[in-house]
């Protein structure tokens, strides 16, 4: 036989694979007539288009992709070595406001200590985060998991529904926000409260004076580590285009997996990264944990910046 095929359009290894496969499922018939079967009893369920050879290097070679990296270590505490290696390097950059990486893990841990004191927090405990870009949204991140809880990012744009559904799902008791967004936070945890015996969801925001006193007053040593690898690290909720959000859980052992000892790509200290994907958006794992537990430097452009790039 013979293909006749546009050269424009296909490479020479591309008809080569089409006649392998072509000629693999046409052996296949040809064994299943022989084998006392009619061809009409065949079922395309029982037919592959793969041959042994290529079924091995696509089902088995392809996919080691074993490795070793620290799976029993938790994000923050694997940010917390780093701060041992680099803590007078800058961490994080918003606006011409820098933060090294040991003054970001005092505040962060002083936000711990607060939430653990007031509110227990603890192992898979959820803390809603409803930011604008800053580095308060970096200090509330590492808070909560420092205080061993998980984070449940929204974004200010989303409308009040929404927000209140999220804030309804996951039952959280604290909700760490900006003071600008504060009282809109106040009226929709209300509402979401109304009828709940119990049920009450309290707004921080995080640059407010009285917080920002009441913080000064707790440890700045890292707290006791009480999650594990295996508690969640965050929950990210999808658009519920097809229905009602739905939250994905996030455990600290996936984020980990996902940005320490990797091998397609090399990152140090001398590295930097941008910020860029909304805090409510799967993106930013890669964008914060790859830069923050391996020493490089964050930039965070703020949301102006942000429009005038998409402009």
Same mark, same amino acid.
């Given at each position: 036989g013979s293909f006749n095929y546009a050269v424009s359009l296909y490479t020479e290894a591309t008809i080569n694979q089409f006649i392998k496969t072509y000629t693999e499922i046409l052996g296949q018939l040809s064994r299943f007539a022989n084998d006392s079967q009619s061809q009409e009893q065949i079922k395309l369920e029982e037919l592959s288009y793969l041959d042994r050879e290529q079924y091995k290097q696509i089902v088995y070679d392809w996919n080691r992709t074993e490795r070793e990296y !620290?799976?029993?270590? @938790?994000?923050?505490?694997l940010f917390e070595e780093q701060v041992e290696k680099t803590a007078d390097s800058v961490a994080i950059v918003y606006e011409g406001r820098q933060l090294t990486y040991g003054e970001l893990n005092e505040r962060s841990n002083r936000l711990a200590n607060y939430l653990r004191d007031r509110y227990d927090i603890g192992p898979d405990s959820l803390v809603g985060l409803c930011l604008d870009r800053s580095e308060n949204m970096l200090i509330s991140i590492l808070g909560v998991l420092k205080a061993g809880g998980a984070y449940v990012p929204m974004d200010p744009g989303y409308p009040d529904e929404r927000i209140e559904y999220i804030l309804r799902d996951t039952n959280t008791r604290v909700v760490l926000t900006n003071k600008v967004h504060k009282q809109r936070l106040e009226g929709i945890s209300k509402c979401n409260n109304e009828g709940e015996q119990g049920?009450?969801? %309290?707004? &921080? $925001?995080? *640059?407010?004076?009285?917080l920002e006193e009441q913080l000064s007053l707790q440890l700045a040593t890292n707290?006791?580590?009480? $999650?594990?690898?295996?508690?969640?690290?965050?929950?990210?909720y999808t658009s519920g285009t097809t229905g009602k959000p739905k939250g994905v859980m996030v455990g600290h052992r996936g984020v980990v997996s996902l940005v320490k000892e990797i091998d397609y790509v090399n990152i140090d200290t001398s590295d930097s990264f941008i910020q860029l994907a *909304?805090?409510?958006f799967d993106?930013? @794992?890669? %964008?914060?944990? +790859?830069?923050?537990?391996?020493? +490089?430097?964050?930039?965070? !452009?703020? *949301?102006?910046?942000? &429009? &005038?790039? *998409?402009?």
């Open positions: !620290p799976h029993e270590k @938790t994000v923050h505490q049920a009450e969801t %309290e707004v &921080l $925001a995080i *640059d407010c004076k009285i707290p006791a580590i009480t $999650a594990r690898s295996s508690n969640l690290a965050y929950i990210i *909304d805090i409510a993106a930013t @794992t890669f %964008e914060i944990w +790859a830069s923050l537990i391996n020493g +490089a430097k964050l930039f965070i !452009p703020s *949301d102006k910046v942000e &429009l &005038l790039a *998409d402009i």
